[in-house]
């Protein structure tokens, strides 16, 4: 998620299909016919009952079809509408592409970006009545960058076993524009600096301060401009961006001085992180999935291990006002 598409707030265990089966015995030919017996009114089967969607129902069945992944899903409120984003590492993608292999990778990315929308549409049927989008991020196995989108949840509905082409062209024919995948090449891989650590052991931590919260998420992205860093350079290292997102249950917990509180630790996290990290984004949700505030903290007072966050350097944007759900 961008800035600018952030400020512009105004401010789905099983997967979710309904199985109905029946079976029976066609009668034997009789050599002589026999009495039909008056039939024994049997008691009228009640009607089943309705599924009740919710987008926490949907959160489960997205992990279950997703099972054995490295993935994050969570879901908010972006913009106007209500978004199931995902995360996922394609281990299919060179982390090291050459020049001469960026357009195979980068299709490869969309290919995959799509296909996980279109699966969780497809196999989830929830997810069309409670989401109006999908935001699909794409990852290689260093977190690099190669496509994110925001897709309009419709566009995959009543598609039948469509290929690549087809989810394009349903895609674009809701006059939505696909996102761009990665442009640049990924930079080489650099020796990690002593006593740093990697995203696997960030993001533990982060996860074990989160706890079994539910719509919880972290996840680390490399190369995606997801903040403003000012006017780089062509040759700028790749940003940095971690995005993180909890829930709070009341007004209390979403008071700026628990946001900057809980800011704090997930900066301790990733004070040691190698690629050092240049922002840290939060999104603050209700029990809804209503964004309530959205944060950026800098990299440069994360690598610093200013602890406690000094408040003036911790940015945060008050969305929508907070309601009883």
Known sequence: ???????????????????????????????????????????????????????????????????GQDFEAHYLTTGDKFTLSVWLVDPEIDPATPQSGMAAAGHQALERGLSISYQMVDRIPCVQRVFDQINPMIVDGRFQHWYRDFLPVYAF????????????????????????????????????????????????????????????????????RLVDQGNAPPNAADDVGVE????????????????????????????????????????????????????????SIIRARTIPLPPGGVRLYHMTPWTQP
Not at 260 to 272: I, K, N, Q, S, W
């Open 1 to 67: 998620m961008t800035l600018n598409r952030v400020i512009s707030i105004a401010v789905a265990a099983a997967l979710c299909v309904t199985l109905a089966g029946c079976s029976g015995q066609a009668a034997s030919p009789s050599s002589a016919p026999t009495p039909v017996p008056t039939p024994t009114p049997s008691p009228t089967s009640a009607p089943s009952s309705p599924i009740n969607c919710s987008a926490a129902l949907v959160l489960a069945q997205v992990d279950q079809l997703f099972a």
């Open 157 to 224: 509905v009543g598609l039948h076993n469509p290929g690549t082409d087809d989810l394009i062209a349903a895609i674009e024919a809701t006059g939505s524009a696909l996102g761009e995948p990665r442009a640049t090449v990924p930079q080489a891989a650099q020796t990690p600096a002593t006593s740093s650590c990697g995203w696997s052991e960030a993001r533990a931590a982060i996860h074990a301060y989160f706890g079994a919260e539910e719509n919880a998420a972290a996840y680390l992205i490399i190369g995606s």
């Open 244 to 299: 993180v997102q909890w829930p709070v249950r009341d007004s209390a917990e979403a008071a700026d001085p628990l946001v900057r509180e809980r800011l704090g630790h997930v900066a301790e996290a990733l004070a040691c992180l190698w690629p050092a990290v240049d922002s840290l984004e939060a999104f603050v949700v209700d029990p809804a999935g209503r964004t309530i505030t959205y944060a950026i903290v800098p990299g």
